[in-house]
C-alpha cells in the first residue's frame, strides 16, 4: 500500500497494490515537489533585494546600475529589474545588461532626461544566495562536493516513483474506431491553439465568401460628374452595378471612394463616354476596367461572356432554348 516519507511526508505509490489506479499528477508529483521546493528554499537559498537609483539630465544610451546597495551583480544567479521613471523596462526588448555586469545599453526607447525634467532610473537587484544544505546527520553538501553519503534516501525515491508514473502516462492518444466510438472512450486532444487555428480559418472563409457575394451583387454606386464610385470587395474583378440615369462623358470609375479613377473602356481598347441607365457589367484590368455590355438581338442573346449555368443563375435565361426559338 501507499506510504510518505520520513522526512519530507512524501507520498509513495505501491506498484504492487496502487498499479491499476488512476494517475494522480497533483498528488504523486506536484504535492511532492511543492514540499521539496519548500524545503529547499528555507534551507538552501537566501534571497536579498537591493535598491539603486540613477538620475539622467542628458541623452544617453548607456546607464550605471552599479549605485545605491547595489555593489555586485551576477548575471547568472542574480535578477536586475529595471524602471524608468513609472516604465517597467524589460530586458532583451528595452535594454540589454553589458558585459561588465555593471551597466544596461539601450535597445528601445529614448533616455534623454534635461536638469527640468530628469529621467530617473530605479534599480533592483534579486540576489539568489545558494547556502550549505545540512541534512539530519550534520553534514552539508559544498560547492562541487556532491558525495552519495550525503543525499537522503528520499530523493531517489521521488525519483523513482516519477520515472514509473510517467511510464504510465500514454505518449499518443488512442486511434479513434468504431469501438472507441460506441463505447465513447476517445482519447483525441487538441490544444487550444489547434482549436484557435481552426476558428481563425472558418472565420477567414468566411469572410471572403460573404466578400465575393458582394461583388457578385449589384451595387449603387456614386456618381460624381462622370466619375462612378464603386467598391471591390474580393479577388473576383467582375463587378455590377446599376445606373439610375444615363451617363455621357469621359466615363472612369473609382474603386477608393473618388480619390482615384480609371477609365472606362469598350472590348477594342477605346474609351466608352456613353451608358445608359440599367443594369451594368465591367472587368477591373489593373489601369482601366472593360465595358462587358449584353446585348439581346430578337430572341437571341450575346452570351459568350457567360456560362450556361451563369446566364441561367444571374439573368434566369435558357441560351440553348434561346437558340431554338
Not at 534571497?47 to 550605471?64: A, D, P, W
Not at 544544505?133 to 530523493?155: A, R, W
Not at 504510465?168 to 491553439?193: K, M, Q, S, V
Request: charged share 20%; net charge negative; glycine share 6%.
Amino acid at each position: 500500500m501507499s506510504e510518505l516519507t520520513k522526512n519530507l511526508k512524501l507520498y509513495k505509490a505501491d506498484p504492487t497494490t496502487d498499479g491499476n489506479d488512476t494517475f494522480n499528477i497533483h498528488k504523486m508529483l506536484n504535492e511532492n515537489w511543492d514540499k521539496i521546493d519548500t524545503e529547499f528554499k528555507t534551507q538552501g537559498v537566501t534571497v536579498t533585494k537591493l535598491h539603486g537609483i540613477r538620475t539622467i539630465v542628458s541623452q544617453t544610451t548607456n546607464v550605471n546600475f552599479m549605485t545605491g546597495e547595489i555593489t555586485a551583480f551576477n548575471h547568472d544567479t542574480d535578477d536586475l529589474e529595471v524602471s524608468m521613471n513609472t516604465t517597467l523596462l524589460y530586458e532583451g526588448a528595452h535594454y540589454t545588461i553589458n558585459s561588465d555586469n555593471q551597466s544596461i545599453d539601450i535597445v528601445d526607447g529614448v533616455w534623454e532626461g534635461s536638469a527640468e525634467q530628469p529621467k530617473l532610473f530605479y534599480f533592483t537587484v534579486t540576489r539568489n544566495q545558494i547556502n550549505n544544505l545540512v541534512f539530519s546527520d550534520g553534514q552539508s553538501i559544498q560547492d562541487g562536493t556532491i558525495t552519495k553519503n550525503k543525499l537522503d534516501n528520499n530523493i531517489a525515491d521521488i525519483l523513482e516513483n516519477a520515472v514509473i508514473a510517467t511510464d504510465a502516462i500514454p505518449t499518443e492518444p488512442l486511434p479513434i474506431n468504431a469501438d472507441t466510438l460506441d463505447g465513447h472512450n476517445i482519447n483525441y486532444f487538441a490544444t487550444t491553439t489547434d482549436i484557435n487555428n481552426i476558428e481563425s480559418k472558418v472565420n477567414n472563409c468566411s469572410e471572403q465568401i460573404s466578400s465575393i457575394a458582394e461583388d457578385n451583387a449589384y451595387q449603387t454606386p456614386t456618381i460624381v460628374d462622370t466619375q462612378i464610385i464603386i467598391q471591390k470587395q474580393s479577388n473576383i474583378n467582375r463587378l455590377y452595378f446599376k445606373l439610375d440615369n444615363d451617363l455621357n462623358g469621359d466615363i472612369t470609375i473609382s474603386l477608393d471612394g473618388g480619390n482615384t479613377s480609371l477609365p472606362l473602356k469598350d472590348i477594342d481598347g477605346v474609351n466608352v463616354t456613353s451608358l445608359d441607365k440599367g443594369f451594368v457589367e465591367v472587368v477591373y484590368e489593373t489601369s482601366f476596367f472593360t465595358y462587358a455590355p449584353k446585348k439581346i438581338i430578337g430572341a437571341n442573346l450575346e452570351y459568350s461572356r457567360y456560362s450556361t449555368f451563369e446566364l441561367f443563375m444571374r439573368f434566369g435565361f435558357d441560351p440553348i432554348r434561346a437558340k431554338s426559338l
